[in-house]
C-alpha cells in the first residue's frame, strides 16, 4: 500500500497547485485521472489559472484523450463513440502510457478483445505500428501484441478490415525482431483462422517475402514440422489462382514474386482443376525471370536487352522488370544488377520503375535496398549516384537495423566482400557475417590484450615499491587508451 501511494503522491491535483512540472508529466504519464473537480473547480481550471503555459498546454493537451481512456476502461462504447466523433482532432488514438512499456490505448483494447471499441479506432485512423517494448524491453508494433494462441479470431478481423486501403503495404513492412507478422504469428502458434485472416489482409506481397536465410513462411512452417498452417497457405495461394475476379490481381503477383507454382499445381490437381492458360503463362514467365537473372549475372547484354523487351511488351509481365524474382529467390534485379556493379542494367530497369513507386519500397530478403549494396564497394560509385538521382535514402533500416551509411562506413572491408560474396554465391547454409560484429570483437579483444599487459606491468612493479590506489587507476587508464 505504501508503494502505490508513493507510486502517485503527490497527486495530480496539488502538482498543478504547485506548478510542480516534473510531477504534473509523471502522473500524467502513469494516466492519472484530470477530469476531476474539487469545490466546482475543475483541474483544467487550476491549470489555467497558474498561468504556466508548459502546466496548462499539458492539462488541455490531454484532457480529452484522457477523458477517451477513462470511457474505454468503463466499457462505455457509447460514449468513446460520441467523442470520436464530436472531438477527433483533439484526440490521440495512439497515445501511449510510458509507465506501461510505452503501450498505446490500442494494446489494452487487444488485451480485453473489446472488438467493438477497436472497430471505432481503426475506423477513425488509429495506427497498428506505434511502437511499444515488449516484456525485454524490445521494440514491438502494437499489432504484434495480438499474436498470441488464444487471442479470438474476431479480434484480428476488427484490427485488419478486409480491403482497407494500403493496409498490404503496412502488414509487410512491419517487423518485430527482423521477423514478418507472419513468421512471427506461426512460431506464437495462433490459430488457423486466425493465422488464415493474416494472409488474407496481407496477400502475396506478405506470403512471398524471405528471411535472411531465405526462407518464405511455407519453408518455415515445413522446417518447424507445422503442416497445418502449410494447408491453411496453399489454401489461400489456390483461392487466388481459381478465383481471380474475387482477388483481382494476385495470382499474377504470387508468380512474379517468385512462389514456386509446382505446389500449387499439385494441390489444384487434387480439386480436379487445372488452369491450363495460368500455368502455361506465367510459368513461362517465371523461367524468364531466371534467364533473365543469369545474364545479369554473366553481364550478357544482349540477352538481357533482349529478355526486357520481352517481358515489357508483354501485357501480363508489366511490372516483372520492377517487382519480379526469380522463384526460390528473394532478391529483385535492381539488386543483382547493382550486387554485379552492370551499371547499364541498372539504367534500364530503374526506367522501368512505376511512376508512383518508390525505389525505397523494392526490398530483398534482407529488407535492404539497392543503396545498401552500392556503398559496400567504392567500384559501384557511379551506381551510387544512379541511384541517389532517383531517390534512394540513405537512411533505409534493413532486418539488422543497418541502413545505407552503415554499409559505407564497412566499404571494401574483407568482411564486407565476404558478405557480398555470400549473397552472389546464395550461401544462405550459414548466417550471414556482420562487418560490424566483427571489427567490435576486434576492439574488444584489442582492449583485452591491453588489460592483461597493464595487470602485468603493475605486478611487476609491486615487487620494487607498493603504488598507492590513485596511481594504480592512472596506469590502468593509460593502458586501456594506448
Same mark, same amino acid.
Given at each position: 500500500m505504501k508503494e502505490v501511494f508513493q507510486k502517485y503522491c503527490p497527486g495530480l491535483w496539488r502538482a498543478v497547485e504547485c506548478e510542480n512540472i516534473y510531477q504534473v508529466r509523471r502522473l500524467i504519464n502513469l494516466w492519472c485521472r484530470t477530469n476531476l473537480s474539487k469545490n466546482g473547480i475543475m483541474l483544467k481550471d487550476i491549470a489555467l489559472n497558474t498561468g504556466n503555459e508548459e502546466i496548462i498546454s499539458l492539462i488541455l493537451g490531454i484532457f480529452d484523450s484522457m477523458k477517451l481512456v477513462y470511457h474505454i476502461f468503463a466499457k462505455n462504447t457509447k460514449a468513446v463513440s460520441n467523442l470520436l466523433e464530436t472531438k477527433r482532432q483533439r484526440v490521440r488514438l495512439d497515445l501511449r502510457k510510458m509507465s506501461d512499456k510505452g503501450a498505446p490505448i490500442m494494446y489494452y483494447l487487444i488485451q480485453s478483445e473489446d472488438v467493438d471499441v477497436i472497430e471505432l479506432f481503426i475506423k477513425y485512423g488509429c495506427q497498428l505500428y506505434t511502437i511499444m517494448q515488449d516484456d525485454f524491453g524490445c521494440d514491438m508494433p502494437v499489432l504484434f501484441s495480438a499474436l498470441k494462441p488464444g487471442k479470438s479470431v474476431s479480434v484480428i478481423e476488427a484490427l485488419l478490415p478486409p480491403h482497407k486501403q494500403h493496409q498490404e503495404e503496412m502488414l509487410f513492412k512491419i517487423l518485430y525482431q527482423g521477423q514478418t507478422i507472419l513468421e512471427v504469428a506461426l512460431t506464437q502458434n495462433v490459430s488457423l483462422d486466425f493465422f488464415n485472416v493474416l494472409i488474407d489482409r496481407g496477400g502475396p506481397l506478405l506470403?512471398?517475402? /524471405?528471411?535472411?536465410?531465405?526462407?518464405?513462411?511455407?519453408?518455415?512452417?515445413?522446417?518447424?514440422?507445422?503442416?497445418?498452417? &502449410?494447408?491453411?497457405?496453399?489454401?489461400?495461394?489456390?483461392?487466388?489462382?481459381?478465383? #481471380?475476379?474475387?482477388? #483481382?490481381?494476385?495470382?499474377?503477383? @504470387?508468380?512474379?514474386?517468385?512462389? *514456386?507454382?509446382?505446389?500449387?499445381?499439385?494441390?489444384?490437381?487434387?480439386?480436379?482443376?487445372?488452369?491450363?492458360?495460368?500455368?502455361?503463362?506465367?510459368?513461362?514467365?517465371?523461367?524468364?525471370?531466371?534467364?533473365?537473372?543469369?545474364?545479369? @549475372? !554473366?553481364?550478357?547484354?544482349?540477352?538481357?536487352?533482349?529478355?526486357?523487351?520481352?517481358?515489357?511488351?508483354?501485357? !501480363?509481365?508489366?511490372?516483372?522488370?520492377?517487382?519480379?524474382?526469380?522463384?526460390?529467390?528473394?532478391?529483385?534485379?535492381?539488386?543483382?544488377? @547493382?550486387?554485379?556493379?552492370?551499371?547499364?542494367? @541498372?539504367?534500364?530497369?530503374?526506367?522501368?520503375? #512505376?511512376?508512383?513507386?518508390? &525505389?525505397?519500397?523494392?526490398?530483398?530478403? *534482407?529488407?535492404?535496398?539497392?543503396?545498401?549494396?552500392?556503398?559496400?564497394?567504392?567500384?559501384?560509385?557511379? &551506381?551510387?549516384?544512379?541511384?541517389?538521382?532517383?531517390?534512394?535514402?540513405?537512411?533505409?533500416?534493413?532486418?539488422?537495423?543497418?541502413?545505407?551509411?552503415?554499409?559505407?562506413?564497412?566499404?571494401?572491408?574483407?568482411?564486407?566482400?565476404?558478405?557480398?560474396? /555470400?549473397?552472389?554465391?546464395?550461401?544462405?547454409?550459414?548466417?550471414?557475417?556482420? #562487418?560490424?560484429?566483427?571489427?567490435?570483437? !576486434?576492439?574488444?579483444?584489442?582492449?583485452?590484450?591491453?588489460?592483461?599487459?597493464?595487470?602485468?606491468?603493475?605486478?611487476?612493479?609491486?615487487?620494487?615499491?607498493?603504488?598507492?590506489?590513485?596511481? !594504480?587507476?592512472?596506469?590502468? /587508464?593509460?593502458c586501456s587508451i594506448s
Open positions: 506470403l512471398c517475402e /524471405r528471411n535472411q536465410v531465405n526462407q518464405t513462411v511455407r519453408d518455415l512452417a515445413s522446417s518447424l514440422g507445422k503442416e497445418q498452417y &502449410i494447408d491453411v497457405i496453399d489454401s489461400n495461394i489456390s483461392s487466388w489462382i481459381l478465383y #481471380p475476379g474475387k482477388y #483481382p490481381g494476385r495470382r499474377e503477383k @504470387v508468380a512474379m514474386y517468385g512462389w *514456386n507454382l509446382d505446389t500449387i499445381e499439385d494441390e489444384l490437381k487434387k480439386n480436379s482443376y487445372m488452369d491450363d492458360v495460368y500455368f502455361v503463362i506465367y510459368k513461362s514467365l517465371q523461367v524468364q525471370m531466371e534467364l533473365l537473372a543469369n545474364a545479369i @549475372v !554473366e553481364g550478357d547484354m544482349e540477352t538481357f536487352s533482349q529478355l526486357t523487351t520481352s517481358l515489357c511488351e508483354s501485357e !501480363e509481365s508489366a511490372p516483372f522488370l520492377w517487382y519480379g524474382k526469380v522463384m526460390g529467390d528473394g532478391m529483385p534485379h535492381l539488386h543483382r544488377a @547493382v550486387l554485379y556493379n552492370r551499371l547499364k542494367m @541498372v539504367e534500364i530497369i530503374l526506367e522501368e520503375k #512505376p511512376a508512383k513507386e518508390s &525505389i525505397d519500397n523494392l526490398f530483398d530478403q *534482407n529488407r535492404r535496398t539497392a543503396l545498401h549494396y552500392a556503398y559496400a564497394s567504392a567500384s559501384m560509385k557511379e &551506381i551510387k549516384s544512379l541511384l541517389m538521382s532517383y531517390g534512394c535514402s540513405e537512411h533505409v533500416l534493413d532486418k539488422v537495423n543497418r541502413e545505407p551509411l552503415d554499409f559505407k562506413d564497412k566499404q571494401d572491408t574483407n568482411e564486407m566482400m565476404e558478405l557480398l560474396c /555470400r549473397l552472389k554465391l546464395k550461401d544462405f547454409t550459414s548466417n550471414e557475417i556482420d #562487418p560490424w560484429r566483427v571489427v567490435a570483437l !576486434e576492439r574488444n579483444f584489442e582492449h583485452s590484450k591491453d588489460s592483461c599487459y597493464c595487470e602485468h606491468s603493475e605486478e611487476s612493479c609491486d615487487s620494487e615499491s607498493e603504488s598507492s590506489e590513485e596511481e !594504480e587507476m592512472q596506469t590502468a /587508464r593509460s
